[in-house]
T-cell receptor, first 115, second 116 residues
Framework: DADVTQTPRNRITKTGKRIMLECSQT?????MYWYRQDPGLGLRLIYY???????NKGEISDGYSVSRQAQAKFSLSLESAIPNQTALYFC??????????????FGPGTRLLVL | AQTVTQSQPEMSVQEAETVTLSCTYD???????LFWYKQPPSRQMILVIR??????QNATENRFSVNFQKAAKSFSLKISDSQLGDTAMYFC?????????????FGKGTKLSVKP
């Protein structure tokens, strides 16, 4: 079984709809992240969480919200989807070792199309 | 703010040959990590190799090795004996050591095609 899973893998929605993307991990990591990938722009950070009670905005958080339901679960919501939120969304996890931050491991991605 | 630049949008190489992908970065930090991730058509982000900035020795993972030049802020990836399965997008990424944010800063990627 995959260590980091994302559901759904693909989603088509309409402008104005609320949708949720879910991420679960079995790696036992404390830190979880949501990234967005657009063609030609690489990945950009939306939100991140260092533990269940810690939620932080990333570079491009406008239009998104998150929920850390448990150490292993981190959900991303689009309250009112718009077409320019069409992208590939990745969840990632990592563990902190000492003062450093360990390698981030990515889920398989969710491809979202907003019509 | 840190930035990562990959100057080669696309590259191609013949099977069994060697190819080098370039990456430069800009930072005022002295302690950090650098990574190369591979994204095949399946779109999964797969870690290829990582380098800690405090280590002078270049990292190696089987056919993959890096040339880390800290003073020049350069971090290139060499793929030896290229295989068809190496066809993918390759992303260089920077991570500040001990940073409060802890997120990766990605370059825009290099699309590598391995030809038979």
């Amino acid at each position: 079984d995959a260590d980091v899973t994302q559901t759904p893998r693909n989603r088509i929605t309409k402008t104005g709809k609320r949708i949720m993307l879910e991420c679960s991990q079995t790696k036992g990591h404390d830190r979880m992240y949501w990234y967005r990938q657009d063609p030609g722009l690489g990945l950009r950070l939306i939100y991140y969480s260092f533990d269940v009670k810690d939620i932080n905005k990333g570079e491009i958080s406008d239009g998104y919200s998150v929920s850390r339901q448990a150490q292993a679960k981190f959900s991303l919501s689009l309250e009112s989807a718009i077409p320019n939120q069409t992208a590939l969304y990745f969840c990632a996890t990592s563990i902190e070792i000492g003062q450093g931050v360990e390698t981030q491991y990515f889920g398989p991605g969710t491809r979202l199309l907003v019509l | 703010a840190q930035t990562v630049t990959q100057s080669q949008p696309e590259m191609s190489v013949q099977e069994a040959e060697t190819v080098t992908l370039s990456c430069t970065y800009d930072t005022s930090e002295s302690n950090y990590y650098l990574f190369w991730y591979k994204q095949p058509p399946s779109r999964q982000m797969i870690l290829v190799i990582r380098q800690e900035a405090y280590k002078q020795q270049n990292a190696t993972e089987n056919r993959f090795s890096v040339n880390f030049q800290k003073a020049a802020k350069s971090f290139s990836l060499k793929i030896s004996d290229s295989q068809l399965g190496d066809t993918a997008m390759y992303f260089c990424a920077f991570l500040n050591y001990g940073g409060s944010q802890g997120n990766l800063i990605f370059g825009k990627g290099t699309k590598l095609s391995v030809k038979p």
